[in-house]
């Protein structure tokens, strides 16, 4: 029987210069009351974000193409470097116990992938093995965790990272359109890494109590697969992330057939778990997992709060409210949690853990 990975270590980053959602649409002068709205009424305070630099009038500039991707590359590296580090020493591992290092990222495009730069920017061994996952979203932090944790079990205790770090400001198509306000008034820049191990009964001698990484389950939801998409924005020549407004309602529908399909055969009912840990998709995808799997906003404190204080900052989210819960130190041995994200495909993601 394969080895269940434990969860041993969470960190996370953001950018240094945050702004309330005020600040970013007086920065680029932002008048229509209804997209005004759209930002006002999203129940973030903060975002983390490196935006363009100023001309000489104040303005922003525009950004080609080719600026963004540098972003990209070196805000992924800075913030991924600090959650990696800040993961290991909550794991108390350093950089040299490292055997395996999965990134996520969707917010740009590198090669070589951004394992190889990390790898050479701090110095891991070269022997390290690595894979990345690009381009799946905010979804995307469950899909390696899987992926990672059959690697875990494969190779006993050895030390896995994953990490996703996304730069949503290299993202961004500034413009006064509604088209892009529901996109531009949600995402922020962040980091997030945890780290798994497993061993003979679920233990390793050395590292912190964390929770058993038990089963997932997943759905996928082909009818809005154009929901939540990147298209070329030819006026502009760069990427625009495009994201239906329906959607939060779409994915809401579909969470209590994912987390039935989680519990099944495992003789927990949704009453039975403690510790509910959901993406930071937006307001409305909140309320949708509210209502439809029947919890109440005290369930997700940590992901509402995660909202308030970051924005969405896709595939590392979770890992900010599991980080939250962490330090809340509620969890008790036996105490069961459901990891969920969604994104795009459009995709739901969920795991069940066991502390």
């Not at 996370?12 to 005020?22: E, G, I, L, M």
């Not at 390793?204 to 009818?223: D, N, Q, R, W, Y």
């Amino acid at each position: 029987m394969p080895l269940a990975p434990r969860i041993v270590g969470v960190g996370t980053s953001a950018t240094p210069t945050s702004f309330t959602q005020r600040e970013v649409l007086d920065t680029f002068g932002i008048t229509d009351p209804k997209i005004r709205g759209v930002f006002l009424n999203s129940a973030i305070e903060r975002r983390h974000l490196t935006l363009p630099p100023e001309a000489e009038d104040g303005t922003r500039l525009s950004e080609p193409q080719g600026d963004l991707l540098d972003k990209h590359k070196a805000l992924a590296i800075e913030m991924g470097a600090e959650a990696l580090r800040n993961c290991l020493k909550r794991a108390g591992a350093d950089l040299s116990d490292l055997r395996h290092l999965c990134c996520v990222t969707s917010t740009g495009f590198l090669t070589p992938g951004l394992s190889a730069l990390l790898i050479r920017e701090l110095g891991i061994d070269r022997h390290c093995s690595r894979s990345d996952i690009v381009g799946m979203g905010c979804n995307a932090g469950l899909n390696a965790l899987g992926v990672v944790s059959g690697w875990a079990a494969a190779h006993p205790g050895e030390l896995a990272v994953v990490l996703c770090s996304e730069a949503c400001s290299a993202a961004y198509a500034m413009d006064s359109t509604m088209r892009t306000a529901v996109v531009n008034s949600l995402f922020g820049d962040g980091s997030g890494a945890v780290a798994l191990v497993a061993g003979a009964d679920g233990t390793v001698p050395g590292t912190p109590e964390g929770p058993s990484v038990l089963k997932f389950a997943s759905c996928i939801i082909p009818e809005a697969a154009d929901a939540m998409r990147y298209d070329w924005d030819r006026d502009q020549g760069r990427f625009s992330f495009f994201l239906d407004p329906q959607i939060p309602y779409v994915v809401g529908a579909h969470a209590e057939l994912t987390v039935d399909r989680l519990l099944e055969g495992t003789g927990l009912r949704r009453s039975d778990i403690r510790h509910w840990l959901v993406h930071s998709g937006g307001k409305k995808v909140i309320d949708a997992v509210i209502v439809n799997l029947g919890l109440t906003r005290h369930d997700l404190r940590h992901t509402v709060g995660v909202l308030r204080d970051y924005g969405n900052v896709s595939s590392g989210s979770f890992l900010f409210s599991y980080e939250r819960l962490l330090d809340e130190h509620v969890t008790a041995p036996g105490d069961h949690g459901v990891l969920m994200t969604m994104g795009p495909g459009s995709t739901i993601e969920t795991a069940l853990v066991r502390w």
